[in-house]
């Protein structure tokens, strides 16, 4: 049963345009939402983080948008960079402190 | 400081051998966790540790074991190794119980055939 879902496994867009990632999520309960940032051969990094009390969430270039009623969130990068070029894994929590569920994550690709 | 180091990097194993994953990480941290993630799907916790002494199982533990007989090391055994355990292991500390605050190792990557 998988609660979060990335439904692309892939993205690929263009150096100085807008990155959007995507995720939805089954379980009502969760309540906190992650997106972490994976480079090959090293671990996941946190990015950035929303609760369920706010839609909206940024820091500089990354910007997380939570639709709760649709159980949606994505990720905004604008302007892309080469170097932004990872894996993704959005991931949902009870709460703050509690166990997180992954997605499958996708694999962004940023074009010189 | 180096954060979380995963030894080792790689390793083929036949069906039924054992082994240990080490995991050290030298910040301190009380928490720790393993994660294990299959191709094409997200991470999913194994065991994890609020410090030494004391662990408990995640969402997929049956087949592995752990201990953690020191804040630095948190040690994930496989007994009896078989084709499902393939995967790329996490290891990964944090200084809080927080979603976000995680360091994460390098990982490794297991195969059994």
């Known amino acids: 049963d998988q609660q979060v879902k990335q439904n692309s496994p892939s993205l690929s867009v263009q150096e100085g345009r807008i990155s959007i990632l995507n995720c939805d999520y089954t379980?009502?309960?969760?309540?906190?939402f992650l997106w972490y940032k994976k480079y090959p051969a090293e671990g996941p990094t946190f990015l950035i983080s929303?609760?369920?009390?706010?839609d909206k969430n940024e820091d500089g270039r990354f910007t997380v948008f939570l639709n709760k009623s649709a159980k949606h969130l994505s990720l905004h990068i604008v302007p892309s960079q080469p170097g932004d070029s990872a894996v993704y894994f959005c991931?949902?929590?009870?709460?703050?402190?509690?166990?997180?569920?992954f997605g499958e994550g996708t694999q962004l690709t940023v074009n010189p | 400081n180096a954060g979380v180091t995963q030894t080792p990097k790689f390793r083929i194993l036949k069906i039924g051998q054992s082994m240990t994953l080490q995991c050290t990480q030298d910040m301190n941290h009380n928490y720790m966790y393993w994660y294990r993630q299959d191709p094409g799907m997200g991470l999913k916790l194994i065991y994890y540790?609020?410090?030494?002494?004391?662990?408990d199982k995640g969402e997929v533990p049956n087949g592995y074991n752990v201990s953690r007989s020191t804040t630095e090391d948190f040690p994930l055994r496989l007994e009896l190794a078989a084709p499902s355990q393939t995967s790329v292991y996490f290891c990964?500390?944090?200084?809080?119980?927080?979603?976000?605050?995680?360091?994460f190792g390098p990982g490794t990557r297991l195969t059994v055939l």
């Open positions: 540790s609020v410090g030494a002494g004391i662990t």
């Open positions: 929303i609760s369920s009390i706010k």
């Open positions: 379980n009502s309960m969760f309540d906190y």
């Open positions: 991931a949902a929590s009870e709460t703050s402190g509690s166990r997180l569920t």
């Open positions: 990964a500390s944090s200084y809080l119980v927080l979603a976000g605050k995680e360091f």
